[in-house]
């Protein structure tokens, strides 16, 4: 569930281009007026107000924005601002890039999206930068990672809900023989859990659970400090429980004495229109302290205004 | 360069429904008025006729098809009835099933086809068969023939026409010390071929025989017995010249005292619209007798002249 606040009546896409003009132009920046039009649209609407910006000022909006506004609010305001297939083509390439590689921010644009929003991230990644998706991850990523990454950035998962329990029985069997003999790289996981439906994945780990007696995320806990077993337990939680996964994100984000704004933001930005109230649920829950109040501590300014807003204040 | 023949002037839906209808009705079926119709008309006009005979006599023409006419006619024709996608959804099913596994077919639809095309294979799949085209293929292979097919099934390839010289140089590079090392089921090979976009590869493969002085083929060639390697090197010739590939599939059907009706009919019918025209150039210039010719020597009837019809033999 969305947590993204429209108001009731939305101004013509003319009027919201016009007044955000308004904010970037003269001395001074109204960021306060920029939060309250862009932060309160739907993905459509920004669309909209996009194309009506270019059309009235033959400008993209997003690089007068850059010339306005910067560090960690530019960066929260831009990223909601595009179009979330583009959003997610970006930020998949900047996760391929040397300097700011991230092989999580792969996996859960692998993994968290559905089939066809993830298409569509496949298609716009052509378009933006002259490669397709799965070839920069395999050309940046090796081993292990690779063999897990590739396919779950290549995957074009059936959504029907149809599952088959005697698969899903012979694959929790294949998944607990592999597991433990310790054969945790093994091409059989990999492929159970890169191709299989979700519901047929989930049927799978409920198995697994009921005949070996253990969350399969248990039995992979073998080695606390094994980094590819932790990216093996993400990328389970992702496919099967992702505002768990999300929450997890989120604590560590903000947890100790630094902030991580990127992930914060991301979580944030790619959620508003997708599950971001079941995780701001499972946050609370987890960590008896609501996600708000938790980034009111970490953040300011400008840029905890427009999380607030992506959170579900009213404009 | 497709060799389907349409005529000037085509008729309406309704009335190719109509002449269908009674090609089939009545004592004795009228196979000559069938091919007629169907093996000259192109893929938008036979589904406007798929459509309109289900509106006009509330039957799937296909199945209508299947009570009239059997074998070798019936494969062809109705293969090439269905809309391309559709068919290739159907011929990719048939190949990962045991009695009818064909890894061959697969390599095709992964490596010849278009990226969108192959797409629409890919959701076509799902609404047919109620899982995903990856699936089945990871799930019934299996060790090196599992590394190179799920990838290749799994492609969307960049289509722009752009390269990299300095990309090419290296990947040549790296492909020469696996194969020099015997190391032919290396991740980076099998990374290189399944991802890269076509003009790429080419700009690869064109510095490997430029700098080491071989084709990659020809350096692939080591075993004449390995299997693995043969279908490597078909996986090479499908991307870089399907041509080719499918010249050499066409020979090898047709050669010898037995004919592979399947194999025959298969590409004959999924590239009547795309390459047969170049297909047929490349059979002419490696064994010096036409196509139509040889294929004349081993079929015969209803079955021979659909082949001939999609050849471009004039209807």
Redesign the interface.
């Given at each position: 569930m969305a947590t993204l606040k429209v108001p009731a009546i939305v101004p013509a896409p003319e009027e919201d281009a016009a007044q955000l003009r308004k904010a970037f132009v003269g001395l001074g920046t109204d960021e306060e007026a920029i939060v309250k039009i862009l932060a309160h649209r739907n993905a459509t609407q920004r669309r909209l107000i996009r194309e009506a910006y270019t059309a009235a000022y033959g400008q993209d909006l997003l690089k007068d924005m850059e010339k306005e506004i910067s560090g960690d609010f530019l960066r929260a305001l831009a990223m909601w601002t595009l179009d979330p297939a583009e959003r997610d083509a970006r930020l998949a390439n900047e996760a391929t890039k040397m300097l700011t590689a991230n092989n999580y921010v792969l996996l859960e644009i692998g993994c968290t999206r559905s089939s066809y929003h993830h298409?569509k991230v496949?298609?716009t990644y052509?378009l933006l930068h002259?490669?397709?998706?799965?070839?920069d991850v395999?050309?940046h990523t090796?081993g292990d990672y690779?063999?897990l990454l590739?396919?779950l950035v290549?995957?074009?998962?059936?959504?029907?809900g149809?599952t088959n329990l005697t698969l899903a029985k012979s694959e929790a069997k294949i998944l607990h023989e592999k597991i433990t003999g310790k054969a945790y790289r093994d091409?059989e996981i990999i492929?159970i859990l890169?191709?299989?439906?979700k519901p047929q994945l989930n049927a799978t780990l409920n198995q697994y659970n009921d005949v070996f007696g253990n969350p399969i995320t248990k039995d992979l806990k073998s080695d606390p400090n094994d980094e590819y077993l932790r990216f093996l337990r993400a990328t389970i939680k992702c496919l099967t429980s992702p505002e768990k996964y999300f929450e997890k994100v989120l604590r560590v984000a903000i947890k100790g004495a630094g902030t991580d704004e990127n992930a914060l933001t991301r979580v944030v930005v790619t959620q508003a229109e997708d599950s971001l109230h079941r995780i701001k649920e499972e946050y609370l829950k987890r960590n008896s302290i609501p996600l708000e109040q938790a980034i009111a501590g970490d953040t300011s300014g400008d840029y905890k205004n427009v999380l607030d807003a992506l959170l579900g204040k009213e404009g």
């Open positions: 298409f496949r298609e052509h002259k490669k397709s998706l799965e070839e395999a050309h090796s690779r063999k590739v396919p290549s995957a074009f998962r059936y959504e029907g149809e091409d492929r890169t191709t299989r439906s």
